[in-house]
């Protein structure tokens, strides 16, 4: 007989997984259908946490090499062992995704191990992971199946000498050559930690600038850091063709705006040119659900899609592909079904490149507010004038606030600097109550502290920065 239940979540990842916490939380019968083994969807598994180990223990590792002298700190034969590093981020993983399987036997909820598929209205078939089907029945199904990476035309991924993010995550050598594919968050993250422990990265981008749709003036400072640093950048350049052999990785370069073509020789290439929403075999087209031009599910404000009963979150709806912000819909759409007001706030996601330094936004950038013809005030700080960021060593970087011209009111925010992926929520906290550039200027911020550059840039707004 079929298993019967609230609601059947599809999918464990950030999304996934804290949604049936929280269902079971509001009193719901749960199951959970994760086709790993493990649960944590890429995010845990493959993507966020895996990658910041690597680039913290990357970070140390160029830290010891480079930067401890300048603190009196002197280290001699400073040496990789790439295995314990890589064993380091297998520990993080591994005690992360138990900490999500002791969290759903805590909320009593049931972890189906296999591939689900939605048969019928209010019915989930399961191929099992040990073998065998199972049936779930429930009044609620949401798809929660996340992102996969996103193919390019002409590259055939490996996951050896050409390789996605998750290849990029277990490379057992450090290449001397590495060629990224894509100046995204994902790929100047991961090449930032091979650059750092020895690689020669060169990172290739379709368009004319690294990180689009990030705050300009923030993506050129964060491209000239990178460089000094020691990644290399051909912008406007697209890859036609990658071709490995027991040498390598020949590549086939073109301008984005047509001419002459040319080769670049890598040890290894990651293609990291986005992701796109995970909706195959789900069995979505059989019952009607509608998808949007780029595959992902359609769905109204309380997460339903067109067919009743059936819902979706995270990264297979239109958004940001952020975990963070898949973790709020989770939350929302169980506290909709027990019949709560649960919401998100889609102006106020954050977004982070866990890079050194950190680059974090929030809200609206100068150009989207330029675009929709806002009148805005700027103010902005430089973590040069900040003692505390002197005394860290990491002077990079600065705070820039844009706020409403006439209401004074918080409209955007965007740090580059070392800990900017932590100074950001004070920001998001503020626009989240409506706050103004005033209000966070007269916020008491602890003293020295890097959060008062933060203090300092909203002072600057209305032109009376403090120490600069």
Known sequence: MAQSFDVVVIGSGPGGYVCAIRAAQLGMKVACVEKRETLGGTCLNVGCIPSKALLVASEKFHEAQHELGNFGVQVKDVALDLQKMLGHKDKVVDATVKGVAFLFKKNKITHVAGTGKITALGKVEVALNAGGTDTLEAKHIIVATGSEVMPLKGIEINEKQIISSTGG????????????????????????????????????????????????????????????????????????????????VTLTLEPAAGGAAETMEADVVLVSVGRRPFTQGLGLEAVGVALDERGRVKTDKHFQTNVPGIYAIGDVIAGPMLAHKAEDEGIALAEILAGQAGHVNYDVIPGIVYTWPEVASVG???????????????????????????????????????????????????????????????????????????????????????????????LGVAGRAIHI
């Not at 013809?373 to 002197?390: I, L, M």
Request: net charge positive; hydrophobic share 40%; aromatic share 6%.
């Open 364 to 458: 609206k950038t100068e150009e989207e507010l330029k675009a929709a013809g806002v009148d805005y005030k700027a103010g902005k700080f430089p973590f040069t004038a900040n003692a505390r960021a002197r005394a860290n060593g990491m002077t990079d970087g600065f705070v820039k606030i844009l706020a409403d011209a006439k209401t004074d009111r918080v409209l955007g925010v965007h740090i580059i600097g070392g800990e900017a992926g932590g100074m950001i929520h004070e920001c998001a906290v503020a626009m989240e109550f409506g706050g103004s550039a005033e209000d966070i200027a007269r916020t008491c911020h602890g003293h020295p502290t890097v959060n008062e550059t933060v203090k300092e840039a909203a």
């Open 169 to 248: 995550l277990v490379l057992n050598k450090v290449p001397k050559t590495m060629v990224v594919i894509g100046g995204g968050y994902i790929g100047l993250e991961l090449g930032s930690v091979w650059q750092r422990l020895g690689a020669k990265v060169t990172v290739v981008e379709f368009l004319d600038r690294i990180t689009p749709g990030m705050d300009g003036e923030v993506s050129k400072q964060f491209q000239r850091i990178l460089a000094k640093q020691g990644l290399a950048f051909k912008l406007s350049t697209k890859v036609t063709s990658a071709k490995a052999d027991k040498k390598g």
